[in-house]
């Protein structure tokens, strides 16, 4: 099973990017999927999940209004729009793969089973 990070991208401050997730050897159609960011130095943090069926998302209130997680289970793949981008939104972004629904909070991080390796996102103001 491996999880693979795309979109890596430097852009200014209100500007936008979108990063993909594929899963190969590993069926996402049943697993809740999760993105999350780490800067240096700091913790792991959610930035937002979907649920399985991609009727239920969740977002870090940092990111509320301007990232929209989204998921194509054919495809084996989950998206995160980023929007409005901000200086503090640099960071590794990692995807991340629950076994079943998503777990309670969504951002526990020791609740995601499988990651890929992240994409780096850089802002400047």
């Known amino acids: 099973a491996q999880l693979v990070e795309s979109g890596e991208g430097s852009v200014q401050a209100g500007g936008s990017l979108r990063l993909s997730c594929v899963s190969s050897?590993?069926?996402?159609?049943?697993?809740?999927m999760g993105w999350f960011r780490q800067t240096p130095g700091k913790e792991r943090d959610g930035v937002a999940a979907?649920?399985?069926?991609?009727?239920?998302?969740y977002y870090a209130d940092s990111v509320k209004g301007r990232f929209t997680i989204s998921r194509d289970n054919v495809k084996n793949s989950v998206y995160l729009q980023m929007n409005s981008l901000k200086p503090e939104d640099t960071a590794m972004y990692y995807c991340?793969?629950?076994?079943?629904?998503?777990?309670?909070?969504?951002?526990?991080?020791?609740?995601?089973?499988?990651w890929g390796r992240g994409t780096q996102v850089t802002v400047s103001s």
């Open positions: 991340a793969s629950d076994l079943a629904s998503c777990p309670r909070p969504w951002s526990l991080k020791q609740a995601y089973a499988y």
């Open positions: 050897g590993l069926p996402i159609s049943d697993r809740c």
């Open positions: 979907i649920s399985p069926d991609g009727s239920i998302t």
